[in-house]
């Protein structure tokens, strides 16, 4: 599953709040349709920035998890951080641990810690702002993380796909 979300929440400020939940969503689906290329499964669940409440956040994200199978999540934001002055894209890939037996509704599934990060900084200004292109941000980073994932194969030989998950 490839899990999107804003941060940057203004409750006064619609049009900057639907401008960060079109750069997320964005971003988000360009990571999708990359690894779908590839022959990963994946399935996008994006929440807008207003979706604050981190426990019901979690809680969406492992029902998804359990109702899809996924036993892996990679994370997709793009969001300001006023305190470096910078704003950051990132890829984060978490494994979903308690996949084995039947659940119900997330329970027992946690999020374990990080396997993968891919981070870039930019600087905070209206300039760069403006040049952002989701999409392209997110084909060169996906193609990273698709990187990351094959594994070493001997000069010559072919290497096959992960599988998907």
């Known amino acids: 599953m490839v899990f999107g979300h804003g941060r940057n929440f203004e409750p006064s400020q619609a049009a900057q709040n639907e401008h960060w939940d079109q750069v997320n969503l964005r971003f988000n689906q360009q990571v999708v349709d990359l690894l779908n290329q590839s022959r990963r499964s994946a399935h996008a669940l994006v929440l807008q920035v207003s979706a604050v409440d981190l426990v019901r956040n979690v809680r969406l994200l492992l029902d998804e998890a359990q109702r899809l199978g996924c036993a892996q999540v990679l994370e997709t934001t793009v969001f300001a951080d006023a305190e470096s002055s910078t704003f950051k894209a990132r890829l984060r890939l978490y494994p979903v641990h308690g996949m084995k037996g039947p659940r119900s509704s997330g329970a027992g599934l946690s999020i374990g810690q990080p396997l993968y990060t891919n981070?870039?900084?930019?600087?905070?200004?209206?300039?760069?702002?403006?040049?952002?292109?989701?999409?392209?941000?997110?084909?060169t980073m996906t193609d990273e993380f698709l990187q990351s994932l094959a594994p070493a194969a001997p000069l010559g030989s072919a290497s096959q796909p992960a599988p998907a998950s």
């Open 119 to 139: 981070e870039r900084g930019f600087e905070l200004n209206q300039r760069n702002l403006e040049r952002l292109r989701p999409e392209l941000l997110a084909r």
